[in-house]
């Protein structure tokens, strides 16, 4: 799901995660937050664990890109596969 915000701000989540320890061979989720104060564009990806460690954290990633260049990178679908 894609929230846009105020701000030239992004937050794009799942709407649903499958708990499953099999579900998608055991990839997580991610949750992300984009936005651009200026010329540069800043994206921070808080990745999950799946199955029954949903709970836990893989990986807290911050990227930076130039403002201009922004659109280039946002996902095109609407956030419909957010399994990583």
């Not at 846009?4 to 099999?22: A, I, K, N, V």
């Not at 893989?58 to 922004?70: I, K, M, W």
Request: proline content about 5%; charged content about 30%.
């Amino acid at each position: 799901m894609t929230v846009d915000l105020e701000g030239y701000t992004t937050l794009l989540f799942p709407h649903r995660m499958d708990q499953s320890p099999e579900a998608f061979g055991g990839n997580g989720w991610v949750t992300s937050l984009d936005w651009t104060p200026g010329r540069i564009r800043y994206q921070v990806d808080r990745k999950v664990l799946g199955g029954r460690k949903l709970k836990g954290l893989r990986t807290l990633e911050l990227s930076e890109v130039q403002g201009a260049d922004a659109s280039d990178y946002r996902p095109r679908d609407g956030g419909a596969d957010m399994r990583q």
